[in-house]
């Protein structure tokens, strides 16, 4: 009989997760200093894809059979795993850049969202920019969560109760088909990680747990669908959506976000946890 593979890792290991980790964020930085009008999501990708091959990584988007690009950018009405080419960003668009790096056999995941300025159009902004900023509330609201939960589950309700709490009326959609995972050797590990409530408890919260929290909320209703590229998740309504994703380690001190420089400090602040580096 095969034996099942363990979700929890040993301190080593989660430190060797930290570098993969920063390689990330560090793409995802030059990503973001980019972003403008005017500018196409290919060149987004070829920046990302500079960043983590200088620094002695590769993109573990590449590993997955089919998919040759280096991030995945969706805008507009595409949530997630948008494809990276010729699509030019305009004014108001929203843009959610998903992006990972494999170094030395360890896994990093993030993802952020960002609008486009667009000084004609302020309303628009202003209300794409409100979707992104409670997606990524709700993304630190179940980060914070893991902090003193007893078992999984329990971050998908932070996640939801954030987004309920902080939606304008008629509220947004929490996406079901698409939730968060593991992390480790690989880029997708067991265990899942809902963005709701779900009647499962969860996998136990102990050290050794690494996960990728990743929220993806759109402005009307959560049925999506897959485009003609067999990758591109789109809404059927379409109403644009925000992807907001961090990689977190449990350890034996605490919490630490491996996907960002300060271990989550500034995000977790508002939430009165204080992350501690992995010993």
């Given at each position: 009989?095969?034996?099942?593979?363990?979700?929890?890792?040993?301190?080593?290991?989660?430190?060797?997760?930290?570098?993969?980790?920063?390689?990330?964020?560090?793409?995802?930085?030059?990503?973001?200093?980019?972003?403008?009008?005017?500018?196409?999501?290919?060149?987004?990708?070829?920046?990302?894809?500079?960043?983590?091959?200088?620094?002695?990584?590769?993109?573990?988007?590449?590993?997955?059979?089919?998919?040759?690009?280096?991030?995945?950018?969706?805008?507009?009405?595409?949530?997630?795993?948008?494809i990276p080419g010729s699509r030019v960003l305009e004014p108001g668009d929203i843009v959610s850049i998903d992006a990972g790096a494999e170094y030395k056999g360890w896994n990093g995941d993030s993802a952020i969202t960002i609008v486009v300025p667009d000084p004609a159009r302020p309303a628009l902004v202003a209300q794409r920019e409100k979707l992104s900023w409670v997606t990524e509330g709700s993304l630190w609201a179940g980060i914070a969560a893991l902090?003193?939960?007893?078992?999984?589950?329990?971050?998908?309700?932070?996640?939801?109760?954030?987004?309920?709490?902080?939606?304008?009326?008629?509220?947004?959609?929490?996406?079901?088909?698409?939730?968060?995972?593991?992390?480790?050797?690989?880029?997708?590990?067991?265990?899942?990680?809902?963005?709701?409530?779900?009647?499962?408890?969860?996998?136990?919260?102990?050290?050794?747990?690494?996960?990728?929290?990743?929220?993806?909320?759109?402005?009307?209703?959560?049925?999506?669908?897959?485009?003609?590229?067999?990758?591109?998740?789109?809404?059927?309504?379409?109403?644009?959506?925000?992807?907001?994703?961090?990689?977190?380690?449990?350890?034996?001190?605490?919490?630490?976000?491996?996907?960002?420089?300060?271990?989550?400090?500034?995000?977790?602040?508002?939430?009165?946890?204080?992350?501690?580096?992995?010993?």
């Amino acid at each position: 009989m095969a034996l099942r593979r363990s979700i929890y890792k040993s301190p080593a290991q989660l430190r060797a997760m930290v570098e993969p980790g920063l390689i990330t964020a560090a793409a995802l930085d030059a990503v973001r200093a980019l972003v403008r009008p005017g500018v196409t999501t290919l060149e987004l990708d070829a920046e990302a894809s500079r960043i983590i091959t200088s620094r002695g990584a590769r993109s573990n988007f590449q590993l997955v059979r089919g998919y040759r690009h280096t991030v995945c950018t969706s805008v507009n009405e595409q949530v997630v795993h948008g494809i990276p080419g010729s699509r030019v960003l305009e004014p108001g668009d929203i843009v959610s850049i998903d992006a990972g790096a494999e170094y030395k056999g360890w896994n990093g995941d993030s993802a952020i969202t960002i609008v486009v300025p667009d000084p004609a159009r302020p309303a628009l902004v202003a209300q794409r920019e409100k979707l992104s900023w409670v997606t990524e509330g709700s993304l630190w609201a179940g980060i914070a969560a893991l902090a003193s939960a007893r078992h999984l589950g329990e971050v998908g309700v932070a996640v939801q109760e954030h987004i309920e709490a902080n939606a304008p009326d008629g509220g947004y959609g929490i996406l079901r088909d698409y939730v968060g995972h593991g992390i480790g050797r690989r880029m997708h590990e067991s265990p899942s990680v809902f963005n709701y409530r779900v009647p499962d408890p969860g996998a136990e919260v102990r050290p050794g747990l690494a996960v990728a929290i990743e929220p993806m909320v759109v402005a009307g209703d959560q049925a999506t669908f897959v485009e003609d590229d067999d990758w591109t998740v789109s809404t059927l309504d379409g109403s644009v959506g925000s992807h907001w994703e961090h990689s977190v380690a449990v350890h034996d001190g605490g919490i630490w976000v491996l996907t960002a420089p300060d271990g989550g400090a500034e995000g977790l602040a508002p939430f009165g946890v204080i992350p501690a580096p992995i010993a």
